[in-house]
């Protein structure tokens, strides 16, 4: 896919603040983009609570344990106690894992397509919206900028549904990869270390490895989105769209970094307000009577959560896809001046 770049970001030096805002405008005006992200994103987790669930009554059923006890806490928590509850029951434990797989794959599949449909609603607002960051927040400004459409989200999650898929297999490859690199390290760290009496050390190893790895998903995430634009913008295969990237990341470094560090902030922050938000609604369920109000409030707090988680990331998405958009000018202005210099000196 070919995209028609605003010509006014050709001359113009965007710094974070300004790409953010736009960033957060184009987001804010294409509000049923966000929507549809949060939409998935509580399908998806539905899909992998199905499995869980289902091996949970099985544990009860044939191991006797309660089911109460097994669904305590996050989904990770739950996962961990049903899946190590089957591990003495080899045929049960294969067919959890097939399962869950299948409802992974499933999710996935259903998050990619639609993530095409959004990138490409996104880049029209971004090609039609003009310099809507520099001027005062108004109604006209976000009508600008809203170019989502059925048809339009429909056309993109079409037309980038095969990119968009194996580039999303080739990230979960990534992290099965990253993931089974970083257990074996730690397994192998400990039994070396319990030989050598050097647990302890071995443990803060353990620990800024884990941090280590944190960041090395955090890095591949971003990869993962900026390839995405590069596919949405230019098309191309995943090897072109990785150079692409590449040498993005080099030429725009400053810029890149100033927003994914501004963006990791604003998650930061948003993910210790939602979690002291939960912790004061679970201090309601203590108080008689009022109590009753907690699973509907746990509800509510569910949903902003998920809809502002959604909207940073799409601010996030906004804002690269600007200085991406700005890079390509660059970019074809400087091939453009190469041609000319070469056939003036062939000539």
């Known amino acids: 896919m070919r995209s028609r770049i605003h010509g006014c970001y050709s001359e113009i030096d965007l710094d974070a603040k300004l790409l953010l805002k736009r960033g957060a405008l184009l987001a804010a005006a294409n509000w049923q983009t966000v929507a549809m992200q ?6 998806f987790q539905v899909l992998l609570g199905v499995p869980v669930i289902g091996a949970g009554i099985l544990v009860a059923v044939l191991l006797g344990r309660d089911l109460g006890h097994l669904m305590q806490g996050s989904m990770r928590d739950i996962l961990t106690t049903v899946a190590s509850a089957l591990l003495s029951e ?12 299948l409802a992974v794959m499933g999710g996935s599949v259903l998050a990619f397509l639609v993530k095409g449909g959004t990138v490409r609603v996104l880049i029209d607002a971004n090609d039609t919206a003009g310099p ?5 927040i108004t109604y006209e400004a976000l009508k600008s900028a809203a170019r989502f459409s059925m048809v339009r989200f429909v056309e993109g999650c079409g037309r980038l549904a095969r990119p968009y898929v194996r580039l999303g297999f080739a990230l979960m490859a990534v992290y099965v990869l990253s993931g089974a690199a970083y257990l074996a390290f730690v397994v192998y760290g400990f039994r070396v270390a319990d030989e050598g009496l050097l647990v302890v050390g071995w443990g803060v190893i353990v620990a800024i490895s884990a941090v280590g790895l944190v960041l090395w998903i955090t890095l591949v995430n971003l990869i993962y989105l900026l390839m995405q634009i590069s596919i949405g913008l230019e098309g191309g295969g995943l090897a072109d769209a990785l150079r692409s990237v590449t040498g993005f990341a080099q030429a725009q470094k400053n810029g890149l970094g100033q927003i994914f560090l501004v963006v990791l902030g604003m998650l930061v922050a948003a993910t210790f307000a939602s979690t002291l938000a939960w912790s004061g609604v679970g201090l309601i369920a203590f108080v008689p009577l009022v109590g009753l109000a907690v699973f509907p409030l746990q509800i509510l707090a569910l949903v902003i959560r998920g809809l502002v988680f959604e909207y940073l990331g799409l601010t996030a998405l906004g804002a690269y896809l600007t200085l991406y958009s700005k890079h390509l000018i660059s970019r074809r202005s400087s091939d453009g001046r190469q041609r000319v210099e070469s056939i003036v000196a062939v000539s």
């Open 38 to 43: 949060f939409v998935v994103e509580t399908t």
């Open 90 to 101: 080899p045929v049960a434990f294969a067919a959890f894992i097939a399962a869950f797989a």
């Open 132 to 136: 809507i960051e520099r001027g005062p």
